[in-house]
């Protein structure tokens, strides 16, 4: 047995689990009413699901390990793409 887990991140991580996490929590905010606190802790658990039981469903440690990825990075993601629109906006106001 290996002491760290090999993993490989590829396609899948980028393109798809991470917009994938960003969009259903998104939908989980809209439909269901979640309070703002909550979020990131949905984004979280929502990445861990799907790598644990999807794209590294034969090895526990690095699904765990990439569903932080996942969950986190679309947590950054939209605090990113929060913080410009809420800049954009301002510096259209000011003109």
């Not at 009413?33 to 909550?38: C, G, R, T």
């Not at 644990?52 to 993601?77: C, D, K, P, T």
């Amino acid at each position: 047995m290996e002491l760290f887990p090999v993993i490989h991140t590829n396609f899948w991580d980028a393109i798809i689990a991470v917009p994938a996490v960003l969009l259903i929590t998104q939908l989980i905010k809209v439909f269901m009413h979640v309070q703002p606190k909550y979020v990131p802790a949905i984004a979280l658990a929502i990445g861990l699901t799907i790598s644990i039981f999807i794209s590294h469903r034969h090895n526990l440690i690095a699904g765990i390990f990439m569903g932080f990825f996942y969950g986190y990075a679309a947590i950054g993601n939209f605090a990113a793409l929060k913080t410009t629109i809420n800049s954009f906006k301002s510096k259209k106001l000011k003109e």
